[in-house]
C-alpha cells in the first residue's frame, strides 16, 4: 500500500508543480496549431523568459500577463528562407513589413549575394538588433567577385582553392549554406563544376544548398537537371528558390514537381520555396545579354557606346523576345529607378510610347538601355501563371517566402510579396480558394523550413522551443498590399512574441527589437 502511494505521489507530482508554474505570459483559450501539420486543437501557451514553457490547460496557472486568444490561432512564428534584407537592418531595424505579416525568423544571403566576412556581418547585426531572427547563406556571386571581380573568367586551381576558403569560413562563421543566383553577374559565367567545388566547401559543415537556377522559363528544365545535379554531386540538402516558371512553359509545373519527387526517391533531400503571386521581382539587367554585363557598370556603359556592339545587344534582345513569345514588354514594370522616380509603376511598353516612340519591341529595347545608361532599375515582371502558382503551392514539399527585403514604407512601387506573402496564402488560398488546409498552411511557413534549414528549437509549438510565436483571426487575415498599391502592412495578426518578448500588441508594432542571431550547423564560436 505504501509503495502504491509513493508512485501515485510521483507519477501526480509534474502535474502539481505544472499547476503551480508561475509564466511570463500565458496565451490562452487559442486554437492551437503547433506547424506539424496536425490538426488544431483547444488550449494555452505558457512562456518564460524566451521559451515555451506549458502547452494545455493553463487556467490554475498565474502570469505576468495573460493573452486571451479565443476566436484566433496561436502558431509558431513564420520562418521566411528567401529574403535579401542586407542594407535594409540599420535604415528599418523594426522589419515591420515581415512582423505584420506574422514572420519572426528570416534567413538572407539567397541567390548567390551576400556578405562575405559573416562574422563581422553578425558583429553589425548584434549591435543593431533587429526585431526578427537572422540567418544567412554565404553567397557565390560576391565570393566569385571578392576573387575574380565581375570578369566572364573561368577561375584558374589556385582561385577556386580561395574561393573555396571563403566558403568555408563562412561556414565557420556561422553560415547556413550556400546560395547560387546564377542568372546575375558575375555566377552566370560560372560552369557547374565550380559551383559543385563551393557547394562540396559547405556541405563540409552540413549547409544547404540553394539556388535561384540559370533559368525559370525556356530552359527550366535543365536548370533544375542542374540545381539537382549540383547536390547530387556535393551530397547535400537542395533548396530550388522561388520555384516557378514563365513562357514558353506554362502549364507544365507538374513536370517540374516529377522532377523534385524523382530526385527525392533517389535519396537526394531536395524542396522548393514560393512567392504566392504570378509575378517575380529583380533588377533591369536580367533583360540584356550575359556578356555585355561583364566587368561592371562602366564596362556596360562602354560596349554601348559602340554601334556595332549596340546593333547586336538589340538584334540578341529581339531573339529573346522571340523566344519566349513575347509581342512587347508591358510585362515589365519599374518597381524603382533610382535616377527617375516618374517611372516607377509604369511598365516599358508605357514608359517607351511617353518617349514619343512606336511601340515596337525594337524601340522598346531602346528605352531598357536607356534606363541602364541611367544606373538600371528594380523591376516586377509579371510572367507567370495562376495555374502553376497553385499547382506548385498545393505541393507539400513547398515553403512560403517573400523573396523581400526590408520594405522602406512609401518606397518605390515594390512587389506586394514584401509585405503579404504569407497573409495571401492564409486569407486568400486557404480561406477563400481552399486550396490548401489552414494548417497545411502553416506548417510550409514553420516547421517545413526550421527542418529543411536546420533551425533549432523554432518551427514547432511545444515546451521547450523559442517562443516566436504568432496569433492571428483565419477568419479575417489578409494581405493589403497590391501591384497598383503595395505599401500596406497585412492585417489580422493580433499578436506577435519573438524570443517570449512581445512585439505586436493588439495589431499594433511596439517597437521591440528582440531577435537573435541564428547560426548554421558549421558554426564554430572563437575558433
Request: aromatic share 8%; proline share 3%.
Amino acid at each position: 500500500m505504501l509503495k502504491l502511494k509513493a508512485l501515485l505521489f510521483f507519477c501526480f507530482l509534474p502535474i502539481a508543480l505544472f499547476a503551480q508554474q508561475h509564466f511570463d505570459i500565458i496565451l490562452k483559450n487559442g486554437k492551437i496549431i503547433d506547424g506539424t501539420g496536425n490538426p488544431w486543437f483547444y488550449g494555452d501557451v505558457g512562456v518564460v523568459k524566451n521559451k515555451i514553457i506549458g502547452i494545455g490547460d493553463l487556467s490554475k496557472s498565474k502570469a505576468d500577463k495573460t493573452i486571451d486568444a479565443t476566436g484566433l490561432i496561436i502558431a509558431p512564428g513564420f520562418i521566411d528562407v528567401h529574403t535579401h534584407i542586407e542594407g535594409d537592418e540599420k535604415k528599418t531595424p523594426n522589419a515591420d513589413n515581415f512582423i505584420y505579416d506574422g514572420v519572426t525568423t528570416v534567413i538572407t544571403g539567397n541567390c548567390g549575394s551576400s556578405r562575405v566576412n559573416i562574422k563581422k556581418y553578425f558583429k553589425q547585426l548584434d549591435s543593431i538588433k533587429l526585431s526578427v531572427n537572422v540567418g544567412t547563406l554565404i553567397g557565390h556571386n560576391d565570393v566569385r567577385s571578392a576573387v575574380l571581380g565581375e570578369g566572364a573568367v573561368t577561375p584558374d586551381a589556385a582561385q577556386l582553392k580561395q574561393m573555396e576558403g571563403l566558403v568555408e569560413q563562412a561556414m565557420r562563421d556561422g553560415a547556413m549554406g550556400f546560395s547560387t543566383g546564377l542568372i546575375y553577374t558575375p555566377g552566370i559565367y560560372s560552369k557547374t563544376d565550380e559551383v559543385v567545388a563551393l557547394a562540396k566547401a559547405a556541405a563540409k559543415y552540413k549547409g544547404i544548398y540553394t539556388s535561384h537556377m540559370r533559368n525559370e522559363s525556356d530552359k527550366i528544365f535543365d536548370a533544375i537537371t542542374e540545381a539537382i545535379d549540383v547536390g547530387r554531386q556535393a551530397k547535400m540538402r537542395v533548396e530550388i528558390s522561388h520555384f516557378k516558371v514563365g513562357l514558353p512553359n506554362w502549364n507544365r509545373s507538374d513536370e517540374m514537381i516529377a522532377m523534385v519527387e524523382k530526385a527525392r526517391a533517389e535519396g537526394l533531400d531536395v524542396t522548393v520555396d514560393q512567392y504566392p503571386y504570378t509575378a517575380s521581382s529583380t533588377t533591369l539587367n536580367v533583360l540584356l545579354p550575359d556578356w555585355l554585363l561583364a566587368g561592371g557598370r562602366d564596362s556596360v556603359l562602354k560596349r554601348l557606346k559602340d554601334t556595332v556592339i549596340h546593333k547586336k545587344v538589340v538584334a540578341e534582345m529581339i531573339k529573346d523576345m522571340t523566344r519566349r513569345g513575347r509581342q512587347h514588354f508591358d510585362y515589365a514594370v519599374v518597381a524603382h529607378c533610382g535616377a527617375d522616380n516618374s517611372l516607377n509603376g509604369k511598365n516599358i511598353m508605357q514608359i517607351n510610347l511617353l518617349k514619343g516612340r512606336p511601340s515596337t519591341i525594337p524601340d522598346e529595347i531602346e528605352t531598357i538601355l536607356d534606363i541602364t545608361k541611367k544606373g538600371s532599375a528594380t523591376m516586377v515582371f509579371h510572367g507567370m501563371n495562376e495555374d502553376d502558382v497553385e499547382n506548385i503551392l498545393k505541393y507539400p514539399l513547398t515553403m512560403v517566402a517573400s523573396d523581400s527585403g526590408i520594405r522602406q514604407f512609401g518606397e518605390g512601387v515594390p512587389h506586394p510579396r514584401g509585405y503579404g506573402s504569407n497573409a495571401r496564402v492564409l486569407g486568400y488560398y486557404v480561406r477563400e480558394k481552399h486550396l490548401i488546409r489552414l494548417e497545411d498552411a502553416v506548417r510550409k511557413m514553420t516547421s517545413l523550413p526550421a527542418q529543411k534549414f536546420q533551425i533549432e528549437g523554432r518551427g514547432i509549438l511545444q515546451p521547450g522551443m523559442f517562443a516566436d510565436i504568432v496569433i492571428f483571426d483565419a477568419a479575417t487575415v489578409k494581405d493589403q498590399s497590391t501591384f497598383e498599391h503595395p505599401h500596406a502592412y497585412s492585417t489580422g495578426f493580433k499578436y506577435v512574441l519573438v524570443n517570449g518578448k512581445l512585439t505586436v500588441d493588439n495589431f499594433k508594432h511596439l517597437g521591440t527589437r528582440n531577435g537573435a542571431i541564428l547560426h548554421g550547423p558549421g558554426y564554430q564560436q572563437n575558433k
